[in-house]
């Protein structure tokens, strides 16, 4: 693969990323923040920059352990995964276009002040240009934009050294008159004037050195734009008269006549037209690499990331942004598209903190040369501060970002969701959490095995059957010298007098009696037998288990049609309505089972099942096999995460442990002699598909555990747990 050229140099860096800030957050925000929150819109500025640190810190950590085109597509891909990379790419890439085309748009109104000429022709003509010297070669880009920012930082500090001496302090009367509420309304609108910090990590792959010259250029411009917009908007409001400018299309403008006179009106004007033509110019440079490297990586067409032979440069990604960028200019009103692509800029922040915590905690290789101080409070802080930022942009601007968010979602389900199987760090990392988590559990409930268990026998069946179902039973409580209660329950018509049905004990009943007897002597541990007659068996098994206090219900399940699900088979609704855990045994026969197999699908191995299985392994002298799905996560980053749980697990157990893959397909070894699974805890799914295992005729007994509902992991466990395993 053809790769870019390394030709950007420190002073290109700070140039590229100082003019990505130094544009509308200058010459046009201050008017609309005045308006806010007054004054403290000096503050305003300060308090935006401060927010942006974290995202800064991050970025420069990522971009120096990846220093590849893309930025943050890129990390958010690599840490997150596909589908939240998608989402950035694409967001990140409308909404510096949209950027792009705001500071065009928005210097135009400075050139009105000299020339009457008509606003969007000229917008297309500089567009046009600066797509042009893109094509060109970054060398070149590089090179304009330190020119540019040359000329416009000489024009603006000419500005704040002549007009500082004018400054009167009545100006700044009634400093915070607006509250905090107006001062982090105006945070929230100005902090788009930082969002450009960041944008020389989409060049990274250009950058020499990127180790010292990215973090340097990120952190270097964010300080010095910090201190220059708090002293240009600290001097604009002290020379002028309070709400002169609030409003004005060209504030600073208008603060340079009042002190300057003619001379800083053009100074300024000049500054302006420059500052915001390198904001589209960088917004140009880096947008364009957001569709060359999601190309690279599939989630675009491959001729987005073609490199010219001649340039050097991705000249249809270039092309394609260039044609956007032309598009939004002629018929979009950009302003307030722009201000929409805002709101997704700051959650693209949000991510960018979250995606430092999932590369370091995953197992993906990570070694960046460059680490951001206080982790993870510094990120932790840059989500909080997001997330509140996110508050203050209004739902006009939240409904724009999710529209963005929509489509990205769906051009990855059409597009990307068939060509990739990738997973981000984040994924990983959530699954390496998810199995410590449960592994804590099977430690906890290793001291809370089952001491008495209850036999519903709920229908006719064979003797070997029943026998089946208590030897079962037997082996789950012997380690702990428990009790199984073997119960046959009766169901007669609700007009049949129960007083009729309990005092009459029949034969069959007798001989049941003495075949559980017998069975006690036999597995050396305690049975009981016992009848009961009921109007309502479901009702009936779950007061019983209640009234004595049982930890588990064992009856028999068989797959059952939908209808049946749906409307009330007494087995299920016991599942659901037990006190205690429900075993339920699709019993193909049970002797003395020696190969034991806990399977594992949809997250991991759930400690009832550990319990269940470990037991039945001790009592046998058997060996547990830990099976999991061949294709259950579809990365190598999955299968070695299933690998260390399955390892770690086996260390915890005091049983023989063995652990293998197996297909799903029905390409296996011979059947074991009983496996034990987790059902599932969702009623409507269980109502509408057959709780089945995932490997297809097990050829064995079958036993799927139920925890009681205060064992159950919640919503957002569940959801992890089918999510990363």
């Given amino acids: 693969m053809k790769e870019l050229e390394r030709d950007l140099g420190l002073p290109s860096v ?108 000229v917008a297309l003509a500089l567009a046009g240009l600066l797509i042009l010297v893109n094509v060109v070669g970054a060398k ?10 040359v000329v416009m930082l000489g024009a603006l500090g000419w500005f704040a050294a002549g007009s500082a001496p004018s400054v009167q302090s009545a100006n700044y009367a009634e400093f915070f008159g607006s509250g905090v509420g107006g001062l982090l309304a105006a945070t929230g609108l100005v902090f788009v004037s930082y969002a450009g910090v960041t944008k020389v990590a989409s060049v990274a792959e250009e950058v020499e050195n990127p180790g010292r010259n990215i973090p340097l250029g990120i952190l270097g411009s964010l300080a010095f734009t910090t201190v220059l917009y708090v002293g240009i908007v600290a001097v604009l409001v002290g020379i002028t008269e309070p709400g002169s400018v609030a409003g004005s299309l060209t504030p600073v403008a208008v603060a340079a006549e009042v002190t300057l006179g003619r001379a800083g009106v053009v100074a300024v004007i000049l500054a302006a037209i420059l500052a915001l033509i390198s904001t589209a110019n960088a917004g140009i ?139 981000g760090a984040a994924t990983d990392a959530v699954r390496r959490q998810v199995g410590r988590d449960a592994l804590e ?27 089946s179902l208590v030897a079962f039973a037997a082996d789950v409580v012997r380690p702990d010298d428990g009790r199984v209660v073997a119960v046959r329950f009766e169901e007669v018509p609700d007009q049949v007098p129960l007083t009729e049905q309990v005092t009459v004990q029949s034969d069959a009943d007798r001989s049941f009696e003495r075949r559980v007897e017998a069975l006690s002597e036999e597995f050396g541990v305690a049975v009981e037998a016992d009848e009961i007659v009921s109007h309502d068996t479901k009702h009936a098994i779950v007061n019983l288990a209640a009234d004595r206090g049982v930890d588990a219900v064992v009856a028999e399940h068989e797959p059952l049609r939908l209808r ?18 429900v075993l339920l045994v699709d019993n193909l026969g049970y002797g003395r089972p020696e190969r034991v197999v806990l399977s594992g699908e949809n997250g991991p191995y759930h400690p009832l ?7 039945v392994v001790a009592a046998n002298d058997g060996q547990l096999s830990l099976w999991y ?23 915890l157990l005091s049983v023989p442990v063995s652990a293998e893959t197996v297909r799903t397909d029905g390409g296996r070894r011979s059947p074991p002699d009983l496996l034990v699974r987790r059902g599932s805890s969702d009623a409507v799914r269980d109502a509408l598909f057959d709780d089945r295992p995932a490997f297809p005729s097990p050829g064995c007994t079958t036993v799927t555990v139920y925890p009681h509902e205060s064992r159950r992991p919640g919503f957002v466990r569940r959801f992890l747990e089918r999510a990363t395993f």
Wanted: negative net charge.
């Fill in 14 to 121: 700070l140039a590229i990323s100082i003019g990505a800030m130094i544009g509308s957050g200058i010459f046009i925000l201050p008017a609309l923040a005045l308006e806010i929150a007054g004054p403290a819109v000096i503050v305003a500025y300060l308090l935006a920059g401060l927010l942006v640190i974290p995202a800064a810190l991050s970025k420069s950590e990522m971009a120096t352990a990846m220093p590849e085109a893309g930025g943050t597509y890129v990390y958010i891909e690599r840490g997150m995964g596909p589908l939240l990379g998608t989402v950035a790419g694409v967001g990140t890439w409308f909404s510096l276009s949209f950027k792009g085309a705001l500071a065009l748009v928005g210097g135009v109104p400075y050139l009105l002040l000299l020339f009457d000429l008509p606003l969007k022709p």
């Fill in 285 to 423: 440079l880096s947008s364009s690499r957001y569709p060359f490297a999601m190309s690279r990586d599939s989630l675009a067409p491959p001729s987005l990331s073609a490199v010219s032979d001649r340039f050097g440069t991705p000249v249809t990604s270039i092309t394609l942004t260039g044609a956007v960028l032309l598009v939004l200019i002629a018929f979009v009103p950009v302003l307030d598209i722009a201000k929409l692509a805002s709101a997704f800029q700051i959650l693209v922040f949000v991510l960018v903190n979250v995606a430092v915590v999932a590369f370091r905690n995953g197992s993906v290789p990570y070694e960046p040369e460059f680490t951001s101080p206080l982790y993870p409070w510094m990120q932790g802080f840059g989500v909080v501060a997001g997330l509140l930022l996110l508050t203050q942009m209004g739902t006009v601007a939240l409904g724009g970002a999710a529209v963005i968010t929509v489509a990205s979602v769906v051009w990855y389900l059409l597009y990307v969701r068939p060509r990739v199987d990738r997973e």
């Fill in 564 to 581: 049946s699900r749906l409307f009330g088979d007494p087995v299920d609704w016991v599942v659901r309505h037990a006190p205690c855990d």
């Fill in 140 to 149: 070149q880009t590089g090179r304009l934009q330190l020119a540019i920012v």
């Fill in 609 to 615: 099942a550990v319990g269940v299985a470990e037991s």
């Fill in 441 to 467: 559990q099977v430690e906890i409930a290793a001291s809370q095995n089952a001491h008495e268990v209850l036999v519903a026998l709920t229908k006719n069946v064979s003797e070997e059957r029943e026998r």
């Fill in 629 to 651: 799905p061949a294709d259950a996560t579809g990365s190598d980053e999955g299968a070695r995460t299933i690998d260390d749980y399955q390892s770690e697990l086996s260390r």
